[in-house]
């Protein structure tokens, strides 16, 4: 196929559940206004943890998005899914039908799936023996089930799958979804990423690792991405979801369109589980081979949504990345980490931002990155400190990068006819 | 004794399926009338099993399609 053959592809709607709000216009405003979602845990007892602090979804009701048997068959990662899908749908006011219904795909990624399921039943395993494990846990906890899920309760029936590439995973499903409509395997595509991690193990287990903040007595402050005093990310949770469209398809039904959606880059580091490579030779190769699909110089980028975990290995490298993408252009380009707000939602968290980078698009503000009061010495780009700028967002770039080595970027554009 | 067996199979029921105890009648078929799947059931049944500290093999759970039914296999357990 050559490009001329490719579809345009364009954002008709999203949707999202988050720390700082469980609608797109409440987590957008939150955005634009700094707020941290951040705060103690309260899922579970955390006294025994090293880090007790986490970017907690509040006032979230399945019951908003589907009935009471539904809700309790359901891990909470899936329940974000669908929810956040259901809301893209009528922002979209795409209705599926039987006559579009193999033309809608989900493309929904995950980092672990359903983790709190899985840890509950294997409590009642020790407990009580394993005839007493739910015949629910197996369905529940897998990861493609918000997929899967999102699917029955949307009725779409065309190309369905799952990312698992841990914090590149939303950002994989919304690139992956993109070749689909980009190649002319379905006319839309619902697509993103979603995590309900904040787990007793998972915080065990992350923590061992020594990759949260244990900034305990100081949430609000905790994330801080590029700053000298980061010391670890804070794990949010929620879901992002875009409904990604093939242009005519869009305007033949008269849709609002957000922005086009130009480019996908992935690389991998091939160097350590969880370490990125030094220098960030794979994070900026996936940078410039998606300004390269796009057809885009790297002068003419206008906003970066980081990966910004706020980890000390991360930002340092991640600046580095954007220096060798970007080249001189870099010190020009606007920079933010929207993590220091949300916490990082693992593969939820290419979900929400790809939302936030289509955002900026199309209302040409960039969310800032707040708690950066000094930044690192090696971190020294204009990364939008603690105020939201007002500033022309004519393209945009989303970086995601995961456990794995895996490096994902995604780029966006204003939509011209 | 008996109501009360009734009443608590048809509040686990009521909670299991997520329907109102209203609906869970003793003629009630947990498949046709409470919308149980293959999965509901096997979660009910262990969750029967749990409340009554009875066992249930598979092949008395599959003879198991209404309120009254799983009633009166509870009592006959409950007086063996």
């Known amino acids: 196929m050559t490009s001329t053959d490719k579809k345009r592809v364009v954002v008709t709607g999203m949707g999202a559940i988050t720390p700082i709000g469980n609608t797109l216009d409440a987590y957008w405003q939150g955005l634009l206004a700094g707020k941290s979602g951040i705060g103690p845990i309260t899922f579970f007892d955390a006294s025994k943890h090293k880090c007790r602090i986490a970017g907690e979804v509040k006032g979230f009701d399945p019951l908003e998005y589907m009935d009471a048997k539904d809700a309790k068959r359901t891990d909470r990662f899936a329940q974000f899914a669908i929810s956040a899908s259901k809301q893209a749908l009528a922002d979209a006011q795409l209705t599926i039908t039987d006559l579009n219904a193999e033309q809608v795909g989900v493309?929904?990624?995950?980092?672990?799936?359903?983790?709190?399921?899985?840890?509950?039943?294997?409590?009642?395993?020790?407990?009580?023996?394993?005839?007493?494990?739910?015949?629910?846990?197996?369905?529940?906890?897998?990861?493609?089930?918000?997929?899967?899920?999102?699917?029955?309760?949307?009725?779409?029936?065309?190309?369905?799958?799952?990312?698992?590439?841990?914090?590149?995973?939303?950002?994989?499903?919304?690139?992956?979804?993109?070749?689909?409509?980009?190649?002319?395997?379905?006319?839309?595509?619902?697509?993103?990423?979603?995590?309900?991690?904040?787990?007793?193990?998972?915080?065990?287990?992350?923590?061992?690792?020594?990759a949260l903040s244990t900034r305990n007595d100081d949430p609000d402050h905790a994330s801080r991405p590029f700053d000298k005093d980061r010391d670890g990310f804070v794990m949010g949770e929620g879901a992002g979801v875009l409904i990604l469209e093939e242009l005519e398809h869009a305007l033949s039904r008269g849709a609002r369109i957000y922005g086009e959606m130009v480019g996908y880059g992935m690389t991998c580091d091939a160097h350590h589980m969880t370490a990125p490579v030094p220098g960030g030779a794979g994070a900026a190769r996936s940078m410039s081979l998606a300004l390269k699909d796009a057809g885009i110089s790297p002068s003419e980028v206008s906003y970066v949504n980081a990966h910004g975990t706020s980890t000390p290995a991360n930002d340092p490298t991640e600046t580095a990345a954007i220096k060798t993408a970007l080249g001189d252009h870099a010190k020009n380009v606007a920079i933010s980490s929207t993590k220091s707000m949300t916490?990082?939602?693992?593969?939820?968290?290419?979900?929400?931002?790809?939302?936030?980078?289509?955002?900026?698009?199309?209302?040409?503000?960039?969310?800032?990155?707040?708690?950066?009061?000094?930044?690192?010495?090696?971190?020294?780009?204009?990364?939008v400190p603690n105020q939201s700028r007002a500033q022309t967002v004519e393209i945009a770039m989303s970086n995601s990068f995961g456990f794995g080595g895996h490096n994902v970027t995604l780029v966006f554009r204003k939509y011209r006819s | 004794m008996a109501d009360d067996i009734l009443g608590k199979v048809q509040g686990i029921v009521s909670e299991q399926l997520g329907v109102d105890v209203a609906e869970v009648k003793p003629e009630a078929s947990f498949a046709n009338d409470l919308g149980a799947d293959s999965l509901d059931t096997v979660e009910l049944v262990m969750a029967l099993e749990e409340e009554f500290d009875i066992e249930i093999p598979d092949e008395a759970a599959e003879s198991i399609g209404t309120v009254q039914a799983a009633v009166d296999f509870i009592k006959a357990k409950s007086a063996a």
């Open chain 1, 107 to 210: 493309m929904i990624g995950t980092g672990v799936g359903g983790l709190k399921v899985m840890e509950e039943q294997q409590s009642i395993y020790l407990n009580k023996g394993p005839n007493r494990c739910s015949p629910f846990m197996v369905p529940m906890m897998i990861a493609n089930m918000a997929a899967g899920l999102t699917a029955i309760h949307t009725g779409a029936q065309g190309p369905n799958s799952c990312a698992v590439t841990a914090c590149a995973a939303g950002s994989n499903a919304i690139g992956d979804a993109f070749r689909i409509v980009q190649n002319g395997y379905a006319q839309a595509m619902i697509c993103g990423g979603t995590e309900a991690a904040i787990t007793p193990l998972s915080f065990a287990g992350f923590a061992s690792a020594r």
């Open chain 1, 343 to 383: 916490g990082h939602l693992l593969g939820g968290s290419g979900g929400i931002e790809g939302v936030a980078t289509c955002m900026a698009v199309a209302n040409d503000h960039i969310p800032p990155t707040i708690n950066l009061q000094a930044p690192d010495d090696e971190c020294d780009l204009d990364y």
